[in-house]
């Protein structure tokens, strides 16, 4: 995993964990405009440069980053959909490692069963992956903006049939862990109003987990564009969210 870092590392640090298929430059409206008062770290998830093993993997990397980096703690940190989970993990594992903590679309209800056809999926995702056709239809499903679609495509093209099928594991298998209920972390759960019922039912689901913690409905949107497609919306409400 490796981690691109922006603004002054004095500054109170907020990290965001991107998605599958997705990497830092998701995030570049965002970070460009939290860089001015805070310290942005970005992690590129594994998948990319190394195969991708597990949420509790990357949860493990991210922590060691924040204890020798940010000398164990952040301001907020952050995620979307699947980075929400590694989130979620990092929470449950650390109670005290961030003072904010942001999930955005994520799915604790995905459809049963499919986890058993991870390596048939994957290898079917990887094969495709080569047409652009496919990428931007995943591209779209995942809430980028059409501008981003090349990028997305050269980086879905990058991860490997091995990845795909543990990324498929891993989003099947996650369940929230029960120590999250101990996080101290203040917590905005984000889900578009036409986002998918089991994605309504995972942020109460986490909201009833995490004591400080709120659901925050976005009027029109579906997974992912909240994010992704406002980004200056979207830094106006963390910014709320740290001075309540």
């Not at 961030?98 to 999926?121: F, Q």
């Not at 369940?175 to 999250?180: A, R, V």
């Not at 009833?208 to 409400?237: A, C, D, K, N, W």
Request: aromatic share 12%; glycine share 4%; hydrophobic share 35%.
């Amino acid at each position: 995993m490796r981690f691109v870092e922006y603004g002054n590392p004095k500054l109170p640090t907020i990290m965001l964990v991107h998605d599958i298929g997705l990497s830092y430059w998701a995030y570049t409206d965002i970070k460009d405009e939290l860089a001015k008062e805070y310290h942005v770290v970005l992690p590129i998830l594994d998948g990319i440069d190394e195969e991708f093993q597990s949420i509790e993997d990357e949860a493990n990397k991210i922590m060691m980053f924040i204890h020798n980096k940010c000398d164990g703690h952040v301001y907020a940190l952050g995620g979307l959909a699947f980075g929400s989970k590694i989130v979620l993990e990092v929470l449950s594992k650390n109670s005290n490692i961030a003072d904010y903590a942001i999930i955005e679309s994520v799915d604790l209800y995905p459809t049963k069963g499919l986890s058993s056809l991870a390596p048939k999926v994957a290898l079917s995702i990887s094969n495709l992956t080569k047409y652009r056709w496919f990428s931007s239809r995943q591209a779209a499903a995942t809430g980028l903006p059409k501008e981003l679609n090349t990028r997305y495509h050269e980086t879905l093209k990058s991860i490997s049939s091995i990845s795909f099928e543990h990324f498929i594991e891993e989003e099947y298998k996650f369940t929230l862990p029960p120590t999250l209920k101990n996080t101290s972390a203040r917590t905005l759960i984000i889900f578009g109003e036409k986002e998918p019922h089991n994605t309504r039912m995972s942020a109460r689901y986490i909201n009833e987990t995490i004591p400080y913690s709120q659901m925050y409905q976005i009027l029109g949107m579906t997974h992912g564009q909240f994010s992704l497609q406002h980004p200056h919306h979207y830094v106006r409400l963390l910014k709320r969210l740290f001075r309540n």
